[in-house]
């Protein structure tokens, strides 16, 4: 094994080598550049490699043949060869990346480099305080240099001034960093880390005191140098004018290192110390996402998430009293997470020729570098199955045990800022329009391009490990490798085939899933199997409509079914969370794929991850500490802490079925939607909102919280929800959001059967699964169909297509015979046992409300299907012809299964119901023959079929025998106050169709809800401008910030101890 | 030599007083040649009071070092930026006076 | 409660009196509405003069399926509707086929007609048609509320859904009824009852007067008279149910025939002394008066 | 003045904050247990009679190490710095430089004569270093400010920056290379034993020493004159005309 | 009584304390960069000044300081090393900021500081 001491020596001689070469020889120094970082990488990783496969303890390394304390040493162990590897592979990659300007700069420039990266592996291994000082001026001045590299290209003397900045505030640091050191060497009597840490608890009295001074002034310097807010101005600056390269190294590398320093520190400083790391921490945390909200630079907002990341990572190492031997998976999952997101990020902003986030438009046509793009901002955003995940899913268990909620709460409060502005940003790249100078030409950033694919291979790889010491830490199976997500996966690679094959693979896929797996549910998970798995290939028959490979699509889909799959499946707190997490994500994408659907996949993926961030702490909260438990366990969960853990649960899952409140996501998102993915994400998706409820509710039930019975609760939330979805579903123009709406409506509905807590109300909770997915998927089919077909979705601009689409005319028609719950179709079922179920129920005025929702449905039903169908065709769809057949196939297919449902419901019903039994054994139904009967009344749906079938069957033939000769008149062909009308536009009655309903109950519609979110989003984004007003850009201002930020540290912290 | 004497107590009574009085002549000099001569002045200072401290290593580097070669950088710099040397004091603190000084000043 | 062929007949018994009955009535309280205005009105058997007329109407054209299709399921609903109801307490032969389903699915079908004729009405292409539906779709839905709430107010008291049951809970004296046993639901359902029979001040759905509007705007020759069958039929069926529900029901065709009477008089007296409503007004109304009824009602059960 | 008032306020703060350094200091009566390992063993390990030099050149030598880093990067920055915006000394001395006033005759003269006996002094101090106070960092600094005197006494004069390139990157190089020698054939990096210590007090004792410390001497040397270098071939007009 | 040391850490700390409060209302860079320098002429100062012992000599072994009486005679060596170390990094960063301090003057024309915020929130 070579010493790690080499890291250090190699990179210093060839530093010195290349002041012997002349200053033309650039090629050969770039050459020797790049062989002894790979060289200093290689012996990082033969060190990681030895530490990670035998487990043996850390080395010492001695220098000067004397033993330490007084002569330096240095260590490398798992920890340090971890992070060196980080610093000189990012090194590396950095100067591939770097290319271009290394070549034109010089040999001085690749030496100032070589130092910055040895600098920074020195801070790591050493272990003498005065060593890491001058490490810590190396890597300072180096850094302040390298912000030059950027100067070749755009020489506006901005990274100039930049650097100056730096170079002001690393003086006020390295003052305090000497003082401490020095009065802590006189407290102690000695320089060595380790040796200092054993003397410091021996101290007592005044010593003790100074000694307490002096660490606070080493420590403050150090913390200075994480870029804490608000001492932070300088670093913003650097971030913002830097080149890329050199921001990946300054982000990923010196953060690194710089927190390892930290970690360092804290081991002499004591557990006293951590609150002081946490509280800097936490606030920076959420201060810098805050400030990254209103930034437009997307170098400049890396670099508040940078601020950010490095804040987490210390408020982390702060917790390591109660974190213990967990703290190195936790802080080293963010921080390798951290490292690796930020520096593939700069790397990629290093293709991107402007400035403003608009500017990735022009990532679009790279589908390679997206994907890169987003496993980056899934890594910082602690998504599934990055080690951010498993370390945050960690992090959040311990603190709960520990009661540290508040903190709990800030740290998620600051992941959803921050999420907030990277999927923001995604939105931007994939919708905004490109900037017409696209990506400098790829093939001339080759070293960029292979940086950023070497960063997104090695965040793959760390989440494969991540997710193998998972197993190891808290014995979990490796999420990577479950099959479905792993056939999602797959997709990825076979992203090249065209659309036909890779349909018919994601449906086998589905079909086969189904099969290996089909023994394992109960009823209950039967029926949503069968909705997630069988329902989902069904759909995706309407995908063969697609032409060519449709990038992107079947990746995210098969995500969004993996996590519905395991979403089953799971049993346990982790798995549920996970692939709640993948579905989310995987649906996120789907929808983003609408034309215009930006700002709705934004909003969608926020509600969500503020919905699983409320998940992740409800079970965090109710396994007191424990990793993870099973979901049964929750019934065993007692007051005090039952009700808010169902409380964090219940709004966490409802964010998902778009209660009422948090529901403005859903009409854009599910409205904006592909033709065919609309129905996945209304049809499909809904339901597992509803799964984690019926979990939730089987297991925790009736909780009482300060009084008030949550289960009441949610039964009015269910029934306002339900109301106030259809009642804005009538007043909207477009189809699709008409009938998004509608699909809030009908969650409140089976939310409200959910929260009755009686059998029948669940039964028809149940129901309206069922239906729900049936109907609602035809719907936005045929919807969608026409949509296709008119290019548009007004409402107004259709009408009279019912003899072009007669099989869309006639989905449409069952479809809203079935959802208005007219005999004799399913829908009905569904009212039956409704009323059946309300009479046992205890609650009765939030029945009122479902009352008026019930007959108010009907009016948006009707206007869907006149405006388009009936009415006046329009001269400019004269020619619209039918949609595609793949499209209308599988409305044709959910058009049988509707009948039949309505026929025979005890199919599936009769199963569940008799599950159900299991859990309220009172009130069943009673099947006998074609009978239902229950404790209040009884219902034949055959019996009602035949009636009526008959009776319209007679009546027709009637008629016809009447009325033999009728023959078709023209379009126009109408008594219209006694003049013939010529304009269908004038004569299709549509636009605002329910005036007098808006008159009257309008005041019912008025986007409170929105105006609440806006107003919130707002105010934090006026927050965030206001805020970093504050950097006003002037070096001395940040020297008040850094000093100001010392004193209050120092008045805060030391008040506080004792 | 276990007391100290009243002639290095006196001596460094004095140099301390002086290190001050330079270091403010040297932040409050109306100009800039003459602040830097009294930082030179407050490193050679502090190179004797090294030496008083028995720190003859420091002493030298002091001198050398903080008086000497600094003092010779600050004075290369300046000799290149003439005319700017009062910009950002409050008497010529307005922009149009450094334009013109530029402009102008050769 | 189950089914048996000789049903079929007796059904058809049901439906042949309704119709009858229905026409008659219809005619009836047109004059009664005339003379209260000083008019002398129609004869009595006017309405089987305009029924026979309209079918035998030679021209007829159709401006499409659902056009075509609309008065058939119209008739269909207002013919479901009273064959799920039983009509004679006690009666075998006029409990029709209520064996298909209790009281939901007659409060469901209801729709049925309704549904049917907007869509038909929908694919004349005479606008009027559509303003006339959206009015009532509008005005219907807030006017079942009060009606929903009494029903369910009712089954609350009764404690089921089988509308034999609660017919059979009133029997024994007209202090069972559920008139006297449960007032305020009664009240809230004769508001809502005004508000479904297309009688003024609830009619600007069909607005008779100025323009013709409303559904059969298109509709003439047999699609009229199928629809003006539906028009006997109908509110007949309508009447039943609520005779059923809160008026102790019927034992005989006499007490079915005075029941139905008084109630159809009813609509008649309050559509003769008000004014027409808008339907924004009209949805005010049943809110402010008609609901809180119901509410009280359910709560009071 | 707000301004003034919060600056003061804040250095009024730290001050505080240093006062209760100042009385919380108590100066040691006895050596504490490094300080006392060096004045105990220094001689016998290491064979350095100046006990500073041989913490700086062994003891601490990694810090020394990465000191003479500190100033070889600072050069470079600053050479770096310079010549942003110039056009890459491919091509030196084409462009016509300005002429300035020539110096004294007696200056130049001067300079000529003692510029040879300050590097000789410089020398001296720095293959002292472990006898007697200073070393390579003085001993550097005094070289440099022999190269001091010649751009005085000649402000155009070009010094060969290859020259001293490849001065500083051979001591630097060496210096590594003797560290690592101590790895292989002694205690550990930057181990004086390469070379016997000799007799305390002699100038050829104390192992590598006086080797590295002039290696040190020269590399300080040659980086000093590298940024006084750069400092003076960035002309007047040249900063000014450009934007 | 007062030691020499704690004296010149006094003073070293007087120093910092005006080299802080130069740089944050100085404007100037050249003036900035003078009032840092006199900092870190303080940061040595304390340093020295909290290695030194009463009554003792300079850590150098020759005919004064035999080398058995080395124990009782020196003082600390360590701060002076540490110094040594922190007075050269102190020029190189001084000069690094000057360096910037003209390519600044060359770009912008000025030295004031507050005149060079295109970077900021």
Redesign the interface.
Known sequence: MV?A??I??AA??A??????L???QRGLAYGITLLTLALMSWISAGWLWTFASTGTAAVE??????EP????NLRIGLAEAALTLLINLVGLLSALALKDTLL???R??M??WL?AVM?LS?IVL?R?L??LF??F??T???S??LV?LS??AK????A?????KY??V???I??FL??G???A??A????NIDDMAAAAPLLGG??A??FA??FF?IFIAVVAELKPFPAN?WA??IY??AHPAFSALFSAATGAAALFAVDKLLLIGGDAWLPMATGIGIVTFVAANLLALPQTNDRRLLGYSSIAQTGLILAVLGQRDILGEHTLYIAGGLLLSHAIAKAGLYWLSGLIAERGLEAWAALRGQPLLIFAFVSFISMLSGLPPFPGFYAKWELIHLLAGEGRIVLLGLILFGALLEAGYLFRWFGYIMKREAPTEVVDNVAHKFGAVFATLAALAAAWALSLVWGELAGLQFDRFNMLLALPLLFALAFLLLDWLPVWVKNSLAIAGLLAWFYLTYTEYDPLRMIFAVIFLIGGSLTLLASYHEHGRRIGFYPSAMLMFAGLAMLIRATDSFDFFVAWELLTVGSYFLILRGKHSEPHALSYILFSLGGAFLILAGFALATQGAPYFDLAALADLVQPLAPWVFLLLAIGFMTKTAAIGLHIWLPGAHAEAETDVSPMVSGILLKAGLYGLIVLLLTMGRQDFYGVELINAMLWIGALTALIGNLLAIFQEDAKRLLAYSSIGQMGYAMFGLALMNHLGWLMALMFVINHYVYKSMLFLSVGGVAKRTGTRQMYRMG?L??LMPLSFIAT?IG??AV????PLSG?GG??IF??A??TAEA??P??LI??A???A??YL?RL??TIF???LKDEFRRVKEAPFWIVLPQMIYVAILLVVAVVPGLVLRHVDAYLNHFFPNGGLIWEGT?IT?Q?????PV??MI??GV??MT??AW?LF??R?????K???????AERPFRPET????WN?????R???GFLTLPLVTLFWSTMTDLLHTAGDLA??F??????TY??HL??F??IV?LFGMGVRP | MNSMSPLILGLSVLLCVTLIGAALVAIRATRLPIAILAAGLVSLIASILFLVLAAPDVAMTEAAIGSGLTTFLFFFVLARVRGAEKDGDELAGDELAGVKHDGVGK | MSFDWMKIPYALLTVFIVFNYGLLLGAFIQKIGARAGRRYGIPVWQNYVDLIKNYGQRTSITHGVMFYLGPVFRLTGGIGLLLFVPTIYGSYMFSNLSFAGDLILALYFVFFGTLGMALGAGESGHPHAAIGITRGLSQVSVAELPFALAVFAVALQYQTLSVTDIVAAQQGGVLNWTLFTNPLAVAAAMLAFLGSMMRPPFDVVIAPQEIPIGPPTEYHSAYLALMQTNRAIFPVAKMVIYMNLFFGGATSWPEFAVKVFLLYLFSAFVGVCFPRFRVEQSIRWFLIWAVPLGVQAILWV | MIKRAIALLLTLAVGALFASLLVGYVPDSELNHTARYYAERTAEDIGAANIVTAIIVTYRGLDTLGEVTVLFISAAIVGLVLAQGRVLNNAPNNAPRQTRAPVSELLSTGSRVLTPLILLLGVYVFVNGHLTPGGGFQGGAIVASGMLLLLLADPLKQFSHRLIAVLESLSGLLFVGIGVLGVLLAGGFLDNRLLPIGTLGELFSAGVIPVIYSLIGLKVGAEFSSMLASLSETNHTENSEET | MISLAQMAMAAGFVLILIGFYGALTQRNLLRMIVAFSLANTGVHIVLVAVGHMRGRTAPILDAAVPVADALTRVIDPVPQALVLTAIVIGLGVTALMLAYALKLHARKHTLDIAKMTELKW
């Not at chain 1, 530093?15 to 012997?20: E, K, P, Q, R």
């Not at chain 1, 020489?155 to 901005?158: F, H, K, M, R």
């Not at chain 1, 102690?188 to 320089?191: E, M, N, R, S, Y």
């Not at chain 1, 169709?993 to 309903?997: M, Q, S």
């Open positions: 010493s001491l080499h250090i020596t210093l001689a530093a010195f080598l290349l002041g012997l002349k200053e033309q390394i001695f220098t000067a043949g004397t304390p007084f002569a330096i034109a700069l010089g001085r420039a030496a100032v130092v600098a020195g050493t003498d005065f060593n001058v490490f001026e190396l300072v001045i180096a302040a240099g030059l100067e070749h020489n506006d003397g901005q100039l001034a930049a650097g100056f170079l002001i690393s003086q006020f390295s003052a000497l003082i050191i020095i009065f060497y006189h102690t009597g000695t320089l005044g010593a005191q100074a001074l002096a002034l101005g913003l600056d913002e004018s009279g019912i003899t028609l809203i015979i208005s719950g007219v005999p009905f009212r039956w009323y059946n309300i009479l009765r005025l029945m009122i009352f008026l019930g007959p108010i009907f009016l009707f299907i006149y009936l009415g006046q009978t229950s209040f009344g009884y219902w034949n019996a009602i009636i009526v009776i319209f009546l027709f008629l009447v009325n000769r009728a023959q078709k008149v379009q126009f062909n109408i008594v219209f106050s004569t299709h009655f549509a169709f329910f005036a007098p309903y008159k009257a109950l970093r007003r950097y006003t850009g002037n070096g001395q020297a008040f000093l100001a010392v004193v120092y």
